[in-house]
């Protein structure tokens, strides 16, 4: 929608003034050396300026600014009573209005009295005083200049009514992204909450550190600080928006697979991070005494930027990374940006209110795309979750259960028989002479006994059952006294079940009941069933024995 919006309100206006993006009249402008002349010569028309040459060929200092000519108002037009002109690096600005009548108006601003004037876009506005006479000449005396973009630039004259469309305009685009800004974060931090992807912090920081780059940029900072010097703010940008590009290689850095940045370009990545915010607080620090030189290093450090992403694409291809698609489309216009912001500001492309603007624009659409580029990371994170807790569940079921007869193993068996409620009724089931089996038809033979005679036993018993081979041909089964498992039946079933190679196959059975809710309960469970068990074998095999009767018995 802020792509949108700005798009249509750049379409919206007159080539002419979409050259700057003027809501007004443009002026030109002239520049002349302070020291040249005074507002007399000026009004005298004995100094006039340079109108061609390059506005940043003129060095650091103080100048004078001159329109030479102010447009008439229509007749019947509404009243032109403002002047715009462009935040620069400066120590004061002070307009002179020279009307018609020969009436002259001073108007100074320090950089407390600029941001006291600065409007939405970071236009600095002042207020013409309205007069008789319509102003013929404006002209004004920028002192302290940087002149690292210009001296003075966007001259416009508009109305009021022009004034408060453009803020509400400006607002308007604002306050989308700072929404987008504010939803984005949220959405990310419920996430990262969720999933804990370092990634989703890192896109959280680069996106909060635009929305103050965006809330200082814009002129809001100087709506909510009035008091704050202008060049204060400027330096704010600087620092916010180095911070917003540290954050976002750390985002690329942890949003691609490991792997697309080992060795060098890793260590490159790291750098340029340093180098980044290093840049940016250097710029706040010392601009005070050396802003052109800071201003130049920090340029820089964005080139050195821009020239790691053709790396990083190079090494994701090579890494054939999931997400080189999704990093492409989502930060195609932000890089693209960028780079317009390089070449702005090594003076090879004139200033616009849009190249000023044009880090918000690019990175509403990069929001925009990159939110379906975490969605996708995200889902992709999830299948490998997936997968890994399938894989992990199958080890686990894999750990518990036999692998010959698919019944549970000693271990998860007594996992899931110590501690159920209530009497519970132990068997111990040993087949027949097992070991004729084996030399009569094979290991192989045997094993396939072994099945048979397993999903026998797992049919008869039920599903509140617990079954599993012990070791050998000794399987086991516990189930409560109260359930329909009969042991009589059970034997029988074996008897009828039709095994490999029509072998004969027949088991013996010991059984005990009683508590099972302790280790010890189990021991005695154990015991119990062991020698009802062993009497079943001495008594012929093929039978049951309960330890209950043998202890009647005895």
């Known amino acids: 929608m802020i792509v949108v919006a700005t798009l249509l309100a750049m379409l919206g206006q007159p080539a002419a003034a979409r050259a700057n993006a003027a809501i007004g009249t443009l002026l030109p402008v002239c520049i002349a050396p302070a020291q040249a002349g005074t507002i007399a010569d000026v009004a005298a028309g004995r100094l006039t300026g340079d109108c061609r040459t390059e506005q940043t060929r003129f060095g650091e200092g103080d100048f004078w600014a001159i329109a030479p000519a102010v447009p008439?108002?229509?007749?019947?037009?509404?009243?032109?009573?403002?002047?715009?002109?462009?935040?620069?690096?400066?120590?004061?600005?002070?307009?002179?209005?020279?009307?018609?009548?020969?009436?002259?108006?001073?108007?100074?601003?320090?950089?407390?009295?600029?941001?006291?004037?600065?409007?939405?876009g970071a236009r600095v506005e002042f207020r013409l005083p309205l007069r008789a006479a319509a102003p013929a000449k404006l002209a004004w005396l920028v002192?302290?200049?940087?002149?690292?973009?210009?001296?003075?630039?966007?001259?416009?004259?508009?109305?009021?009514?022009?004034?408060?469309?453009?803020?509400?305009?400006?607002?308007?685009?604002?306050?989308l992204f700072a929404g987008l800004c504010i939803a984005l974060i949220v959405y990310n931090l419920a996430?990262?909450?969720?999933?804990?992807?370092?990634?989703?912090?890192?896109?959280?920081?680069?996106?909060?550190?635009?929305?103050?780059?965006?809330?200082?940029?814009?002129?809001?900072?100087?709506?909510?600080?009035?008091?704050?010097?202008?060049?204060?703010?400027?330096?704010?940008?600087?620092?916010?928006?180095?911070?917003?590009?540290?954050?976002?290689?750390?985002?690329?850095?942890?949003?691609?697979?490991?792997?697309?940045?080992?060795g060098i370009v890793g260590k490159a990545i790291d750098v340029a991070i340093v180098l980044l915010a290093a840049a940016g607080l250097a710029f706040a620090l010392g601009s005070h005494w050396w802003m052109r030189e800071f201003d130049l290093a920090y340029t820089l450090s964005f080139g050195a930027l821009l020239s790691l992403v053709p790396l990083v694409l190079w090494r994701a291809w090579r890494a054939r990374s999931d997400y080189l698609w999704l990093f492409a489309i989502a930060w195609a216009a932000p890089v693209a940006m960028a780079a317009l912001r390089v070449a702005h500001n090594l003076n090879w492309l004139d200033w616009s209110i849009w190249i000023d603007n044009s880090t918000l624009i690019a990175?509403?659409?990069?929001?925009?795309?990159?939110?379906?580029?975490?969605?996708?990371?995200?889902r992709l994170l999830s299948d490998e979750r997936d997968v890994a807790l399938a894989q992990e569940v199958e080890s686990r079921r894999l750990s518990e259960i036999?692998?010959?007869?698919?019944?549970?193993?000693?271990?998860?068996?007594?996992?899931?028989?110590?501690?159920?409620?209530?009497?519970?009724?132990?068997?111990?089931?040993?087949?027949?002479?097992?070991?004729r089996v084996n030399d009569?038809?094979?290991?192989?033979?045997?094993?396939?006994?072994?099945?048979?005679?397993?999903?026998?036993?797992?049919q008869a018993a039920g599903d509140t059952t617990l079954v599993a081979r012990l070791g050998g041909e000794e399987f086991a089964l516990v189930a409560d006294c109260g359930a329909t498992l009969d042991p009589h039946m059970l034997i029988e079933r074996l008897r009828l079940t039709r095994m490999p190679f029509d072998?004969?196959?027949?088991?013996?059975?010991?059984?005990?009941?009683?508590?099972?809710?302790?280790?010890?309960?189990?021991?005695r469970l154990?015991?119990?069933?062991?020698?009802?068990?062993?009497?079943?074998?001495?008594?012929?095999?093929?039978?049951?024995?309960?330890a209950d009767m043998l202890a009647a018995v005895a």
């Not at 302290?144 to 509400?168: F, P, Q, T, V, Y």
């Not at 193993?409 to 002479?433: E, K, P, Y």
Request: glycine share 8%; charged share 20%.
């Open 363 to 378: 990175m509403a659409a990069e929001a925009l795309l990159s939110s379906l580029a975490i969605a996708y990371r995200i």
């Open 72 to 120: 008439a108002r229509a007749a019947g037009s509404e009243p032109i009573d403002r002047v715009r002109i462009g935040s620069l690096w400066q120590e004061s600005v002070s307009l002179f209005v020279l009307y018609a009548d020969g009436h002259l108006v001073r108007i100074d601003a320090d950089q407390r009295g600029i941001s006291r004037r600065i409007q939405l």
């Open 191 to 262: 996430l990262w909450g969720a999933l804990r992807h370092r990634f989703q912090l890192a896109y959280c920081l680069m996106v909060a550190m635009l929305l103050a780059y965006a809330g200082s940029s814009s002129g809001a900072l100087a709506w909510l600080w009035p008091k704050i010097a202008n060049n204060d703010r400027l330096r704010i940008n600087y620092v916010t928006l180095a911070g917003a590009a540290a954050a976002a290689l750390w985002f690329v850095r942890s949003f691609f697979e490991p792997r697309v940045f080992a």
């Open 143 to 175: 002192e302290g200049s940087a002149n690292r973009r210009g001296i003075l630039m966007g001259a416009e004259l508009l109305s009021h009514d022009d004034s408060a469309h453009a803020n509400l305009a400006l607002g308007a685009m604002y306050a």
């Open 526 to 546: 154990y015991q119990g069933a062991d020698r009802a068990l062993f009497e079943a074998k001495a008594q012929g095999r093929d039978r049951i024995r309960s």
């Open 440 to 458: 009569a038809i094979g290991h192989d033979g045997g094993d396939e006994v072994l099945r048979v005679f397993a999903r026998t036993l797992r």
């Open 402 to 435: 036999d692998p010959l007869t698919g019944l549970l193993n000693r271990r998860a068996f007594l996992a899931g028989a110590i501690g159920r409620a209530g009497r519970q009724m132990l068997l111990l089931v040993d087949i027949d002479h097992f070991k």
């Open 503 to 523: 072998m004969r196959v027949t088991a013996s059975i010991g059984l005990c009941s009683g508590p099972l809710a302790t280790e010890a309960d189990w021991k």
